[in-house]
C-alpha cells in the first residue's frame, strides 16, 4: 500500500467515519461509535506494518468495529422496515466500512480475495471509505434536508451506484463503467441539489465548505469516469498512482472532509428544513445532521 493511499485511508478511519456516525442514528450505533476509536487506530497502525500475521492481527480488530455498523445498518433496517431513499443511503452509509475492512485484512494477510490481486484490494479499502460511506452518507443527509425528485434520485443512484462498482469488480469492466455511470449521475446530483438548497441554509464558513465539496465532485467524478472508460474500452486513461493523487485525494479532502464538517454545522443552524418538516431543522430538538427514526 502506497504511502499516499495509507494516509487516505487514515483519514477515512480515524476522522470521515467517526464524524460522519455523528450524523447518524440507529440501534445500536451510540456503542458502536464508543468502540470505533480503538479499531480505527488499530486499523491505521496496521497500514504501516508489513504485510503478515501483526498487521492482519490488527485488520481484524478494525474489521470488527466495522461489522458492528453493519450490524446497526441491519438492525435498523428491521425496526423500521423502510426502504425509503434516505434509509437506503443510510444502511449503505453503515454497510460499506465492512466491505472496506475485508479487503484491508486480505490485503494485510498478502491474499488475495476473490481473484482481486494486492494492489486492488489496497484500493478498495479507500474507495468504501469515500465512495462508499462518505458519498452515500451526504446523499442520504441531502435527500432528507431538501425535498424533491432530485434529492431522492441522489439518495438511490449512490448507493446503487457503489453496488453496481462493487458488482463490476465480479464480471466485467462494462459492468464497472455502468456503476460509475450511475454513480457520477448521483453525486451530481448531490453536489446540483447541495449548492441550491441545502447551502443557503448555513452561515458562512458553512456555505464555502459546501461550494468546495459540490464543486469538487465535478471534477472528481469526471475523473473517475475518465479511468472506467479507458479500463472498459482501451482507450487512454490515467493510471492508478494518478488516479490517487487527484481523483482519491481529491474526494477524501474536497469531498468527504469539507462535506462532514459542513453537515455537523448545519446540525445547529436554523433554516434548513429536513424533508417532511414543517419546521425549520434548528426549531425542534433534533438537529438537521441527525437521523429521524
Known amino acids: 500500500m502506497s504511502v499516499l493511499v495509507g494516509l487516505i485511508v ?25 468502540l470505533w476509536p480503538p479499531g480505527a487506530v488499530a486499523g491505521a497502525v496496521c497500514l504501516w506494518l508489513p504485510r ?50 475485508l479487503a484491508l485484512v486480505a490485503e494485510r494477510a498478502g491474499h488475495p480475495l476473490f481473484g482481486f490481486g494486492l494492489g486492488i484490494l489496497a484500493l478498495t479499502v479507500p474507495h468504501f471509505h469515500f465512495a462508499g ?70 452561515d458562512r464558513t458553512t456555505r464555502a465548505l459546501l461550494t468546495v465539496a459540490a464543486a469538487v465532485l465535478v471534477v472528481t467524478m469526471l475523473l473517475a469516469l475518465w479511468w472506467a472508460l479507458g479500463e472498459a474500452t482501451g482507450l487512454p486513461h490515467p493510471g492508478l498512482a494518478w488516479m490517487a493523487a487527484t481523483h482519491g485525494l481529491g474526494n477524501a479532502l474536497g ?10 454545522r448545519l446540525g445547529g443552524a436554523p433554516g434548513l428544513r429536513p424533508a417532511g418538516s414543517g419546521r425549520p431543522a434548528g426549531s425542534g430538538t433534533a438537529p438537521a445532521g441527525a437521523a429521524p427514526r
Open 10 to 34: 487514515m483519514l477515512g478511519m480515524l476522522v470521515i467515519v467517526p464524524l460522519g456516525l455523528r450524523l447518524l442514528e440507529a440501534p445500536g450505533l451510540p456503542t458502536a461509535r464508543r
Open 52 to 101: 503478515g500475521a501483526p498487521a492482519t492481527t490488527l485488520a481484524l480488530c478494525y474489521a470488527l468495529g466495522a461489522a458492528g455498523l453493519l450490524l446497526c445498518a441491519g438492525l435498523r433496517v428491521l425496526r423500521d422496515r423502510s426502504l425509503t431513499p434516505y434509509d437506503l443511503a443510510v444502511a449503505t452509509a453503515l454497510g460499506c466500512p465492512a466491505i472496506a475492512a
Open 133 to 202: 460511506f462518505a458519498a452515500a452518507l451526504v446523499a442520504g443527509l441531502v435527500c432528507r434536508a431538501a425535498a424533491g425528485p432530485l434529492a431522492r434520485f441522489a439518495a438511490l443512484s449512490v448507493p446503487a451506484g457503489t453496488l453496481l462498482v462493487l458488482l463490476g469488480y465480479f464480471v466485467d469492466d462494462w459492468a464497472e463503467l455502468a456503476g460509475a455511470l450511475v454513480l457520477t449521475a448521483g453525486m451530481w446530483a448531490v453536489a446540483l441539489v447541495t449548492r441550491r438548497e441545502v447551502s443557503p441554509g448555513g
Open 255 to 264: 469531498f468527504a472532509l469539507c462535506s462532514v464538517l459542513a453537515w455537523l
